[in-house]
């Protein structure tokens, strides 16, 4: 079973950094594009990034400079470091896989992050 898991939100305050993780199973992890998502309060999705299997990654341009994500192929694993948070960074914080089609096709449940001092 494809499962991507989330981990390492919390509450941070204003300034702060956190780092978050996405550990996935089920699949071939370094045959496949990552992304992270998120979602803020009553809002829809906002993409943040791609990290690429060839080691490169792109950023949107709204969390550019403050944001960046890479990946552990040999753990599985999708970081996205944030640093200089604004309490407008608060939501929670979604990876999933694109698939060939650049289709965003398996999901992790998400992890809160809540910016506040």
């Known amino acids: 079973e494809v499962q991507p898991v989330e981990s390492g939100g919390g509450l941070v305050q204003p300034g702060g950094s956190l780092r978050l993780s996405c550990a996935a199973s089920g699949f071939h992890f370094s045959r496949y594009p990552l992304a992270w998502v998120r979602q803020r309060p009553g809002e829809g999705f906002e993409w943040l990034s791609v990290a690429f299997i060839d080691g490169t990654s792109i950023i949107t341009d709204s969390v550019k400079g403050r944001f960046t994500t890479n990946r552990d192929n040999a753990k599985n694993t999708l970081y996205l470091e944030m640093n200089s948070l604004e309490p407008e960074d608060t939501a929670v914080y979604f990876c999933?896989?694109?698939?060939?089609?650049?289709?965003?096709?398996?999901w992790g449940q998400g992890t809160q992050v809540i910016v506040s001092s």
């Open positions: 999933a896989r694109r698939n060939m089609w650049y289709e965003y096709d398996y």
